[in-house]
């Protein structure tokens, strides 16, 4: 793919030798002369300077993060260090470090096995985990950038309630989920094989080195595949008909891609169809791209051939039929 | 640019310094918008028009954050103004460049300003200004697909014009990019 309109966008990249040699010929007619005080003074009698000295400055709002504090206890879970509190759902005890516990603090690097209960988990101060039953979470990272649980199997409904994005992730076998503000459901088993079901919001799935991130907005689910590249995000309304045609795409790649194109048809479908045109190369994603055209034509009359020499313009056309597709889901009767 | 509602506030209470970094922040991009339709040897004395013109007016922009847009469309005025009735001159003696470059540098001028409005304002505010395009993007008040897209179109009609018939091959290899982050 081309990548050749990064220079001329924001000079990264590989230098596109046309652009520079313009860029060249043309800068000595850049501008660069002062401010013409003395034809302000004559045009300001309606305006005179105060001569105020300093300039007002905004200051954006600031998200403090919190490390949720610590009590001090001789259980491994019972405080000290940074960590995310927790509590058992109903009756019953969860695991912490291997300890039975009701309620504590999970520490990073600590484990938390639920076994037959159910634990809610505090997410410092941006959302909440609610752990379902035989689920196995490790605390990776608390930090101020990125706060970082692994799901080694079971289920995890997560509420994300900061506007900060990519401050909570949720690794697994299968996939990275990286939240991006929203409320979802995620399920693996003990291979990473899963689901990851947005309700509100949107998630990235990130399964380096295996191909690039895929986008699950709210209304939709993305299969985790351990080991392989990221599913094909699907909308919760697709027929089962497409659905299975995404799975097969999924499992045997380009032959099965003819199946999925000819089937797609809604904006639902168009959320899939973008998804390989996003994800994928060569063949697979002209074909995909060209089925969009149709079923979702890109903004501004972009052409597939345009979207296809910039990435850029990819994503741009990637972002309008997710905006489309929140829209159908918003509106489509159940 | 977050702070730009504030120094407008400010500029519009008569801070000076407020308005002397408004202008320096803006005045390529007031250049550019100008050079687009008026002769070189015009177009700094233009821009100084267009700035008096802003102070004066600014109690009358309802929203600070518009300012750019608000800025750049004083200057098409004016620049329209200042062109109306004028007879085309010769550019060439007033281009600060060496004379072996300067017909070049007309002519890609001339060509850049037979380009549609959108394309040829883009850009100029590039290859002229060295405006990058997400400084553009941010400074017009165009969404930054909007610049890309004209930018991407705009350069592919210069070249067809200039001449230039290949664009340059960069490696097919998948450089994998974030996943589109959008909220």
């Not at chain 1, 501008?31 to 309606?46: G, I, Q």
């Not at chain 1, 949107?202 to 080195?209: A, D, F, G, Q, W």
């Not at chain 1, 390989?276 to 791209?289: C, E, V, Y």
Request: with cysteine; hydrophobic share 40%.
């Amino acid at each position: 793919m081309k990548e050749s309109d990064d220079y001329l966008w924001d000079r990264s990249g590989t230098p596109d030798p046309e652009v520079e040699r313009l860029e060249k010929l043309l800068a000595p007619l850049a501008f660069d002369a002062p401010l013409d005080e003395l034809r302000l003074r004559r045009k300001r009698s309606r305006a005179p300077w105060i001569g105020l000295a300093g300039v007002i400055v905004a200051v954006a709002a600031l998200i403090a993060l919190w490390v949720w504090p610590t009590r001090r206890g001789d259980s491994p879970c019972g405080g000290g260090v940074a960590g995310f509190a927790f509590s058992t759902i109903g009756d019953g005890q969860v695991a912490c470090q291997e300890h039975a516990a009701a309620r504590g603090v999970l520490p990073v690097g600590g484990t938390l096995d639920t076994g037959t209960a159910e634990a809610e988990l505090t997410i410092a101060d941006i959302g909440s985990a609610r752990l379902g039953p035989q689920t196995r979470v490790r605390l990776d990272v608390v930090s101020a950038k990125r706060h970082q649980l692994y799901l080694e199997r079971g289920r995890l409904h997560a509420l994300i309630t900061t506007s900060v994005p990519e401050l909570f992730a949720v690794d697994s076998a299968g996939a990275n989920v990286v939240d991006l503000g929203c409320e979802y459901d995620l399920e693996v088993d003990e291979r990473g094989a899963g689901i990851v079901r947005v309700k509100t919001g949107i998630v990235r799935l990130e399964t380096e080195p295996h191909g690039i991130p895929v986008v699950t907005p709210a209304g939709a689910h993305t299969r985790l595949l351990p080991g392989r590249r990221s599913g094909i995000a699907i909308g919760n309304r697709a027929t089962g008909e497409f659905a299975a045609a995404i799975h097969a795409y999924e499992d045997r790649g380009s032959p099965a891609l003819a199946r999925v194109l000819e089937l797609a048809t809604s904006a639902s479908d168009a959320l899939s169809v973008a998804t390989i045109g996003w994800t994928r190369s060569g063949d697979d994603q002209r074909r995909a791209l060209d089925r969009l055209a149709v079923i979702s034509p890109a903004p501004q009359q972009l052409t597939v051939d345009e979207a296809l020499a910039d990435r850029v313009l990819l994503e741009m056309w990637y972002d309008e039929v997710r905006d489309r597709f929140r829209e159908y889901s918003r509106t489509a009767s159940p | 640019m977050d702070e730009l509602p504030a120094l407008v506030i400010a500029a519009r209470r008569g801070d000076r310094a407020a308005f002397g970094e408004l202008y320096r922040r803006f005045s390529r991009a007031v250049h550019g918008v100008v050079l687009a339709r008026v002769r070189y040897a015009d177009a700094g004395d233009v821009v100084q028009d267009v700035f008096a013109i802003a102070l004066e007016r600014l109690p009358q922009l309802g929203e600070p954050a518009a300012f750019g847009g608000w800025l750049l469309a004083i200057a098409r005025n004016r620049s329209i103004d200042h062109v109306r009735g004028k007879k085309p001159t010769d550019e060439l003696p007033e281009l600060p460049v060496e004379a072996s470059r300067a017909t070049e540098v007309r002519q890609v001028l001339a060509v850049l300003r037979e380009l549609p409005d959108a394309y040829q304002e883009t850009l100029i505010l590039r290859l002229v200004e060295g405006l990058s395009g997400p400084e553009i993007a941010e400074q017009t008040g165009l969404s930054a697909g909007s610049v890309r897209v004209n930018l991407h179109r705009g350069m592919k009609l210069l070249r067809e014009r200039l001449g230039i018939t290949a664009e340059p091959e960069s490696d097919d290899r998948e450089t994998p990019v974030g996943g589109g982050v959008a909220r």
